[in-house]
C-alpha cells in the first residue's frame, strides 16, 4: 500500500532526489491536515497556507487541483488519517544560490492519525526560545529544530505539549499548537510576527470570536488566565487544565467553541470515538 | 558512478526514506569538505564540529572510521572536489518529538570543486537579517531558510558573496563565509555567539593570529575597515576588494595569510591551477 508519493509541478511521479533542498536548506514549506471520512478538513486554508509560504521563499506555486489529485489517490484506501503535503524548491542551484528554473517537488504522505484527545491537557514551559525572525513567522517552514529541541526537554507523558518564549520573552504558542488566554474576561492570542505558525485553527476561532484580539503576553499574564486553551488543525481545540505549577478551572467559553467546532468540522467531534 | 551514498551508523548502505527528520524539520547536522588529491581538506576540523552539532542536537554519534571509510568509497573516483556529509535524526519519532531509539542517517555525496577565485572579491549588504538564536548558533545545522533568503536577494554574477547582520544589526558573516576586518591595524573578526556558523577557516586564521580578537561589530565599522577577508573550508581565503559602495586596497597581512596557509593546504595553492 502506497503512503507516500513524489510528483513534480506538472503531477507526475517523481524520484526523491538527495540533492534536493528541501533536505540540504529546509528549502520548503509543509502542511499537515486531518483527514475524516476521506475528507481533508480545512482544505482551502491550509493550501491558502502553503501558498503564502512559497511566495514568501519565492518557490513556484502548484497547481492546487493537480496536488489535491494526488492526494485523494492517496486516500483512497485511508479515509481517516493525517495527510503531509511538503513542498520544497527540488534540486540544484550552487548552494545557497536557487536555480533559475527550480522544478519544485511534492511530497505526499499518509500517517496515522494521533488518539483522540477529550480531556483538558497539561503544559508546561519549554526552555528553548524561539528567535525572532519576522521575515519567516507565519509560515510553516521546514526549519523547525527549534520545535524539535523544546519537544525533546520532557519525556513525561503525561505532559501533552510546552509552551515557548521568544528570545525577548514574550510567549508565542507551544511547540505544535497556537494559544489562547482569557484575561478579565476577554480572549486574547499571541501575535504571530516575529515567531511562531500562523495556525488554521487559530484563524478559524478569531473568526469566530471577532472580539478575541491579537496581543503582545507574558509568562506572567498566561499564569495569571481565567482559562487557556491551545488548538491546531489535527487536534482541534485542546482545554488546559494545568500549565506548570498554575492550573485552570473548566471554562464554559471553550465547551462552547469546541461544540462549534464539531458541529462545523464533524472530525472535531467530542463524543464521538474516532478510529483510523 | 555512485556520487551519493546513505549509510547507518553501522556504516551498512541505506535507503533514504521520505520521513525522514531531515527533511521533515531540518533535524541534522552537515559539513562541506574541499576535496584535493584524493584527500579531504581539515578533515578532523570537520569532524569534530559534526560530532558537536550532533551533540547540542542529541543526535547520536557516528563512528568516525565507518565514516571516514563510506567516504573514501566515493572518492576513489573523484581526487578533486567536494563532498559533502550530512547527518540526520533518521526516521520516527511522533511528530517534532524525537523517538526514543533514534537510527540516524549519513548521506555522503560528491559534487564538482567549484571554479578556483585568485582576485579579490565583490560583497554586498543583505537585507535579509539573522535571527538571534545562541542554542543553534555556531553549529552547521540544516535549518538553512535564513542563507538562502539572503543569497537569492540578488542575481549579479559578478558580486560574490553578500555579509548579513542580526536582527540587532550586528555584523556576522556572509552568506557562507566567515569575516575579518582590519580596524587600526587590529584584525577583528566577529562574534558567532547569537547566529552564524563558526567556520573552519576561521578557527585556522585564529590560531594562526594570536593577536586576532573576537568583537561585536557593526555595518558602519565594517565599511570604515582597512581591509577585509572573507573565508571558508572550501574557498580557504578571499580578500574583499569592494562591498557596496567601500573599496578595499590590497592588504600584505592577507597575500602573506593565503602563502601560509597555501604552504600548510596545498588545496589552497594561489599560483596552481586546480582542476577536477
Redesign the interface.
Known sequence: MTT?R?INLAGEISD?A??????????GV?ETLLVHAGGPVWWSEHWQRLLHGAEV??IPAPNEAIVRNACHALLEKHTDCILKI?L?RGSGG?????PHNPEPKI?I?VHPA?TRIREPVTLRWCD??L???P??AGIK????????????EWQDETIFDGLMCD?ENKVVCS??ANLFVKIQGQWLTTVIDAAGIAGIARAWVLKQWPQAQEAHLSRFQIEQAEAIFICNAVRGILAVKRLGDAEFPADQDIRDLQSRLALEQPAFAMGESRGS
Not at 18 to 26: C, F, K, V
Open positions: 507516500t513524489v526523491f538527495l540533492n534536493d533542498r528541501g533536505l540540504a536548506y529546509g528549502d509543509f521563499l519565492k511538503i520544497t550552487r548552494a545557497y544560490a536557487a511530497i504522505s494521533p528553548t526560545k528567535a525572532r525572525q521575515l519567516l517552514h521546514l526549519n523547525r529544530l527549534e520545535q524539535v529541541m523544546a519537544r525533546n528570545t511547540t505544535s
